[in-house]
T-cell receptor, first 110, second 114 residues
Framework: RKEVEQDPGPFNVPEGATVAFNCTYS??????FFWYRQDCRKEPKLLMS???SGNEDGRFTAQLNRASQYISLLIRDSKLSDSATYLC???????????FGGGTRVLVKP | DTEVTQTPKHLVMGMTNKKSLKCEQHMGHRAMYWYKQKAKKPPELMFV???????INESVPSRFSPECPNSSLLNLHLHALQPEDSALYLCASSPTGQGEETQYFGPGTRLLVL
């Protein structure tokens, strides 16, 4: 079993719609969690950190469920520019070592 | 815009060549990382430097040799690579390399080994 698993998609989303997807992690010692966004042939860029209480940044909402070991990302009012691969990233703290999920591809269409 | 820069952006090399990838960050971070990313795959950690000392080597073949001349510079020396080493090589940095820190990525060097 992979340490961090994501549905690869693609999620085809009409512009203006809401899309949500999850990521599961296997190591209960995982300490911190992030969503990164990666555009085609570009580097990953931090979208948001994920906190136990859940957090929101504009149209993006992230949730963490430690009991079930998953995190989620919800995008409201999708824009064409939201089309990207969203990488779920888990940090086990020891050595600040990040483990990436395989990514979920989102395609927002007019 | 990223504050982590990488050169060159693209590199084509033969299997007998020696080349180096360079990474620089201007955020005062004391931890720097090398990742390898193959097409349609997530980044995979190769090396971690913390306070200019190698702290993690993820069993990377010796044909990849990292070097951290100072806290803002990170090099990856390449020698006798194989075609399967063709990938995007990403550099990242974080404040200390300890605890739960966000890592910031450079734009990467796209490497093709012929």
């Amino acid at each position: 079993r992979k340490e961090v698993e994501q549905d690869p998609g693609p999620f085809n989303v009409p512009e203006g719609a809401t899309v949500a997807f999850n990521c599961t992690y296997s190591n209960s010692a995982s300490q911190s969690f992030f969503w990164y966004r990666q555009d085609c042939r570009k580097e990953p860029k931090l979208l948001m950190s994920v906190y136990s209480s859940g957090n929101e940044d504009g149209r993006f909402t992230a949730q963490l469920n430690r009991a079930s070991q998953y995190i989620s990302l919800l995008i409201r009012d999708s824009k064409l520019s939201d089309s990207a691969t969203y990488l779920c990233v888990v940090n086990r703290a020891a050595g600040n070592k990040l483990t990436f999920g395989g990514g979920t591809r989102v395609l927002v269409k007019p | 815009d990223t504050e982590v820069t990488q050169t060159p952006k693209h590199l084509v090399m033969g299997m007998t060549n020696k080349k180096s990838l360079k990474c620089e960050q201007h955020m005062g971070h004391r931890a720097m990382y090398w990742y390898k990313q193959k097409a349609k795959k997530p980044p995979e950690l190769m090396f971690v430097y913390s306070y200019e000392k190698l702290s993690i080597n993820e069993s990377v073949p010796s044909r990849f040799s990292p070097e951290c001349p100072n806290s803002s510079l990170l090099n990856l020396h390449l020698h006798a690579l194989q075609p399967e080493d063709s990938a995007l090589y990403l550099c990242a940095s974080s404040p200390t390399g300890q605890g739960e820190e966000t890592q910031y990525f450079g734009p990467g060097t796209r490497l093709l080994v012929l």
